[in-house]
Every structure is written in C-alpha cells, then in structure tokens.
C-alpha cells in the first residue's frame, strides 16, 4: 500500500498592480515558476476586484504597487487596496523616493520600496524576502 502523499498548503497569492502588461506577465510568470500564486491587474481599480480570500487559493499576503498605477485620484483606492488586504506585506516600485501625496505614510506604510530600473530576477528576490516559503514549497505551482 502506498501511503497517502501530504497535503499541501495553498501557495500564498501575489497581487501585482502594474499598468504596462509585458512586465506584469513576466514577473507573474517568475513568481509562479518559485512556487507564489501570483495574479495581477493593471490598476487599482482591477485589484480591488479580486477576493482576499477566494475558495481553494492561498489568501493575499504580498501587494507590489507600480509607482506608474498611482495617477489622480490614487490615495482613496489605495487605501481601499490596504484595508481589503489587511495583513498583506506592501512593496511600492518607483522611480524615485515616493513624496507624492498619494503615496504617503498617512495613506500606505511601505513594506519595502524598490527602485528602478529593477530587474524581473531581483523583483522575485525581493518577494522571496519579504514573504519567504518554505523548502518544501518552493516549486512551480503551474
């Protein structure tokens, strides 16, 4: 008799809010290949669509926001992004140190903000510190 093989937790999603889709399918792409459930959207109003909890995937734990999402009438979805990812670890990829108002400490503390230009390898290294897996689950989820 062959024992049962153990059950594996659900990979934690990755929510990726960036506007320009070659970059957002590539480094969803990297991320599910280390073994993250990574989806994403090119603004906040798409983000706020998914589920924070949706049946049979792990929940949202890491939020990574392209600075180029942030135009206009940002700070009040982000703040909605924040709130209906409450616990989520928050990255901001920007150009230069944010100031803006949109992306200020009263509306988002940032987890960690990387810098451009960044590379897709050191985007998914950056994720793996933040929000490491275990051994075990370090495998493509595809």
Same mark, same amino acid.
């Given at each position: 008799?062959?024992?049962? =093989?153990? %059950? ?11 506007? =320009?889709?070659?970059? $957002? +399918?590539?480094?969803r +792409?990297a991320l ?6 990574a989806?994403?959207?090119? @603004? *906040? ?7 924070? #909890?949706?049946? !049979? $995937? !792990?929940?949202? $734990? ?6 180029? +999402? *942030?135009?206009? =009438?940002?700070a009040a ?9 409450? @616990?989520?670890?928050t990255?901001?990829? +920007?150009? %230069?140190?944010?100031? %803006?108002p949109?992306? #200020?400490a !009263?509306?988002?503390?940032w987890?960690?903000?990387? $810098?451009r230009?960044?590379?897709?390898? #050191?985007l998914? %290294?950056a994720?793996?510190?933040l929000?490491? *897996?275990?051994?075990? =689950?370090?495998h493509?989820? #595809?």
């Amino acid at each position: 008799m062959i024992p049962p =093989e153990p %059950a594996r937790s659900l990979p934690p999603r990755v929510l990726l809010v960036m506007p =320009e889709q070659w970059p $957002r +399918a590539l480094l969803r +792409a990297a991320l599910r290949d280390v073994g993250y459930d990574a989806l994403g959207a090119p @603004g *906040l109003p798409g983000a706020l669509r998914y589920r924070a #909890d949706a049946p !049979g $995937r !792990g929940p949202v $734990r890491l939020v990574l926001v392209d600075g180029q +999402a *942030l135009g206009g =009438e940002a700070a009040a979805l982000l703040r909605s992004l924040v709130q209906r990812y409450a @616990g989520a670890v928050t990255m901001l990829l +920007a150009r %230069a140190i944010p100031s %803006a108002p949109a992306v #200020d400490a !009263g509306t988002v503390t940032w987890t960690r903000v990387v $810098r451009r230009p960044i590379s897709i390898a #050191d985007l998914v %290294a950056a994720v793996q510190q933040l929000l490491p *897996l275990p051994p075990a =689950e370090r495998h493509p989820i #595809d």
